[in-house]
C-alpha cells in the first residue's frame, strides 16, 4: 500500500479515491507531500517517494501518475508543468441523457486524476429554479441541493464544478411550457426587452448559481439564428439581430452582476451577425476597438470541433483577441450524434485546436462532452478523448504514445478499447473527418425504405465488423466500465446483422416472388430481431448504471421500433409469397442520399434516417 505523509485527512481522503483505479496492495512506499510550484514532481527510490505539486488538482494528478507508476519500477523521476490556467471538462446533460450524482462524482474523480481543474455542467433546463416549477420538469433535473454535493465533492478534489446555462436561445425544452409563453420568441428564443424575460433569467441566474462555491457562470448565447424572427418582430418590428444580441448580453451581464458573478459566453454570434454571408466565425469579419470598448465585462468562447489544420485556429484566435483580452478555447472530444465516439476526428482536432492556443497566448481550454440526439453514447466513453486532451497540459509536444502510457497509469486499464470504438463509423483508414456515423445509419435504417443503400455501398461493413466483433471479446476494462463494453460487443453484432438483413430484403426488389430469397430474407430478419432484443437490454443496464431514467424512453421507442419493424416487415415479406403485396417500397428508384453526405457514406440525425415522414409535426 502506499502512505501518504504530508497531506490532511481529507487531502488523503481523496488522493486514495483517484489512486484506487490501480490495485496498490503489492506495493510498500511513503510518499512523501508538499506544496510548491504549479505543476508535479515526482520521485522514487525503492521504499520512499516524493510528490511536490502546485494546485489541489496537480496533487490528484500526480498522486494518480505516481501510484500507477509504482505498481511498474521502484526507481523513476517525473515532472510536468501546466501549459494553462485553466483546463475544463463541459459535460453535456441536457440532451435526454442526465447522469446520476453518482456518476458524475465519478466522472470529478476521474478528471481530477488527468488533471482538470473545472468540471462545466451543460445544463440548459435541467435543474430546479423555484419560482419556475415547469423549468425541465420530467426531464430528470437537478434539485439544488445535489447541485450543492456536486459542487461540494468537486472541491474536494481541486475540481471547481461550473453552471452553464442558456439566456438566448437552445431554450426550446423549456418553451415548450405554456407556462413560459410569455418570454418566447420563437420556438428556441427568448424574447428580447420583454419585461417577463427579464424576470425569468433573474430566476434562472439565481437558481443557477446559488448551489456552486464559484463566481463563474456560462451564460451560452450561441446559435440563436432565429432571434428577433418571430413574436419580437410582431411586436416591435425589424432590428439588426447584433443590435439584440447586444441588448440582452448587457441585461444578462448587468444581472451577473448583481449577483456577484463573472460570466462567459459563447462567441460565434458575433461573427455570425457581422458577416455578409451570415457565416459562423467568417474569416473575413474583424472588429475595431470601439467594438470591443462596446460589449461588457464577458469571456468569449470559441468553439471549433471541426478543424484539423492548426492554422485555422491561430487566425480564429486573432480575431477572437479583436473582441476580449478574456478568450477561452472549447474542443471537443466528439461523443455525439453517432453511437459511439469518433476517437480520429478527436485527436486530430484536439492536436491542432491545442497546439494553436499554446502559441495564441490563450489560457483557458475546454473539453467539451456533447451528447446531441439522444445521448446515445454513454459518459463513460469519453474516458480516452478527456485523456487526450489532458495531455496538452502537461506537455509541451504530444506524441499518441504518450496520451495512451498516461491513460493505462491513471486509469488502470489500457486504452485499446477506447480506440477500437472508432471502428464503428470509421471506413476511411485515416481520419473520419466528416463524421460519417455508419453503425447509427444502419442500426436505424428501415428494412424496406433504405434510404441510404446506395451510400452504403461504399462501405465493407461485414469484414470491418467481424473484425471488430472479434477484437471486442479480446479487450479487457475495469470492471466498472465493462457494462460498456459488453454493450458495445453486442451493438457491433446487432449492426452486422441489421446490414445482412438490409442486404437479404433489398434482393427482394429485383425479383418476382421467390421462396429461396425470401426465406434468406425472414431469416436474416429474425437473427436482426434477436440481436436487437439483446441490444435493448444491454443497453437498459448500461444507461441505468450512469444515467436517471429519464430519456432512456427515448432510447426504448427507437430501438422498440426497429423491433416491431421486424416483425411488420417480416409479415410483409410474407404476404409477398402469397401474392398479396408488391413490396413497393424497393421499387424506388436508386438515388444517393444526398443529406450531410459529404463524407464517404455520409452521417443523419436518428429522425433523418429512419422515415422520409415526419416523426410528428
Keep these: ?235 416591435n418590428g425589424y432590428t439588426d439581430q447584433q443590435t439584440l444580441i447586444l441588448d440582452q448580453l448587457k441585461m444578462v451581464v448587468g444581472l451577473t452582476k448583481e449577483l456577484g458573478l463573472k460570466a462567459y459566453m459563447w462567441s460565434d454570434l458575433w461573427f455570425t451577425f457581422a458577416s455578409p454571408k451570415h457565416e459562423m466565425y467568417d474569416p473575413e469579419v474583424h472588429f475595431d476597438a470601439k467594438f470591443k470598448a462596446s460589449l461588457p465585462p464577458v469571456g468569449q468562447v470559441y468553439w471549433d470541433y471541426y478543424h484539423e489544420d492548426e492554422q485555422t485556429y491561430r487566425d480564429r484566435f486573432a480575431q477572437h483577441f479583436e473582441l476580449s483580452d478574456d478568450v477561452v478555447f472549447a474542443g471537443g472530444i466528439w461523443t455525439w450524434s453517432a453511437l459511439a465516439p469518433n476517437q480520429s476526428k478527436m485527436l486530430a482536432t484536439v492536436a491542432a485546436g491545442l497546439t494553436a492556443a499554446k502559441a495564441s497566448g490563450v489560457q483557458q481550454v475546454v473539453a467539451t462532452i456533447w451528447f446531441d440526439d439522444g445521448a446515445e453514447v454513454p459518459d463513460s466513453a469519453a474516458w480516452y478523448g478527456l485523456q487526450a486532451f489532458a495531455a496538452y497540459q502537461y506537455h509541451a509536444t504530444v506524441q499518441p504514445e504518450t496520451i495512451d502510457t498516461e491513460y493505462a497509469l491513471t486509469q488502470g486499464e489500457s486504452p485499446e478499447f477506447y480506440k477500437v470504438l472508432d471502428q464503428f463509423d470509421n471506413f476511411t483508414k485515416t481520419v473520419n473527418a466528416d463524421a460519417d456515423n455508419v453503425s447509427k445509419i444502419v442500426l436505424y435504417e428501415d428494412l424496406l425504405l433504405q434510404r441510404y443503400r446506395e451510400n452504403l455501398q461504399q462501405a465493407d461493413i461485414e469484414s470491418q465488423y467481424q473484425q471488430l466483433i472479434g477484437t471486442l471479446g479480446q479487450v479487457q476494462l475495469r470492471a466498472d466500465n465493462r457494462l460498456m463494453l459488453t454493450f458495445y460487443r453486442q451493438l457491433a453484432k446487432t449492426v452486422l446483422a441489421k446490414s445482412r438483413a438490409l442486404q437479404a430484403v433489398a434482393k427482394l426488389g429485383a425479383t418476382t416472388a421467390h421462396d429461396e430469397m425470401a426465406v434468406a430474407a425472414l431469416q436474416a430478419i429474425t437473427r436482426c430481431r434477436q440481436q436487437l432484443v439483446v441490444l435493448l437490454d444491454e443497453f437498459r443496464d448500461l444507461w441505468h448504471q450512469q444515467r436517471r431514467g429519464n430519456g432512456f424512453e427515448i432510447i426504448d ?55 422520409a415522414c415526419d416523426l410528428s409535426f
Design 1 to 235: 500500500m502506499i502512505k501518504w505523509r504530508g497531506l490532511s485527512a481529507e487531502q488523503v481522503q481523496a488522493v486514495q479515491a483517484v489512486c484506487s483505479v490501480n490495485d496498490l496492495t503489492a506495493i510498500d512506499v511513503t510518499v512523501t507531500c508538499q506544496k510548491g510550484l504549479a505543476g508535479v514532481v515526482l520521485a522514487r527510490d525503492g521504499a520512499s517517494a516524493s510528490l511536490t505539486y502546485g494546485s489541489a488538482v496537480d496533487l490528484m494528478r500526480g498522486a494518480a501518475l505516481l501510484a500507477g507508476k509504482a505498481v511498474q519500477a521502484t526507481q523513476f523521476e517525473i515532472e510536468q508543468r501546466p501549459q494553462f490556467k485553466v483546463m475544463a471538462a463541459m459535460l453535456d446533460v441536457a440532451r435526454n441523457g442526465v447522469p446520476t450524482v453518482a456518476m458524475i462524482q465519478r466522472m470529478i474523480r476521474r478528471l481530477a486524476s488527468m488533471g482538470y481543474n473545472e468540471l462545466w455542467l451543460y445544463l440548459e433546463d435541467l435543474f430546479e429554479i423555484p419560482a419556475e416549477p415547469y423549468f425541465g420538469r420530467e426531464r430528470g433535473r437537478y434539485s439544488q441541493a445535489q447541485l450543492h454535493a456536486i459542487a461540494l465533492y468537486g472541491d474536494q478534489f481541486g475540481v471547481k464544478i461550473v453552471p452553464a446555462v442558456q439566456t438566448l436561445a437552445h431554450v426550446h425544452n423549456a418553451l415548450k411550457w405554456d407556462a413560459h409563453d410569455a418570454v418566447k420568441d420563437t420556438d428556441d428564443t427568448l424574447l428580447v426587452g420583454a419585461p417577463a424575460t427579464k424576470t425569468f433569467l433573474t430566476h434562472l441566474l439565481q437558481a443557477a448559481s446559488a448551489p456552486f462555491t464559484t463566481n463563474k457562470i456560462h451564460i451560452g448565447m450561441d446559435e440563436a439564428y432565429q432571434l428577433g424572427r418571430g413574436r419580437y418582430l410582431d411586436q
Design 557 to 611: 421507442v427507437r430501438l422498440g421500433g426497429q423491433i416491431a419493424r421486424c416483425d411488420t416487415v417480416s409479415w410483409r415479406i410474407k404476404a409477398w409469397q402469397a401474392g398479396r403485396d408488391d413490396l413497393a417500397e424497393l421499387h424506388e428508384p436508386l438515388l444517393p442520399m444526398d443529406k450531410h453526405s459529404n463524407g464517404l457514406i455520409g452521417h443523419g440525425l436518428y429522425k433523418e434516417i429512419v422515415s
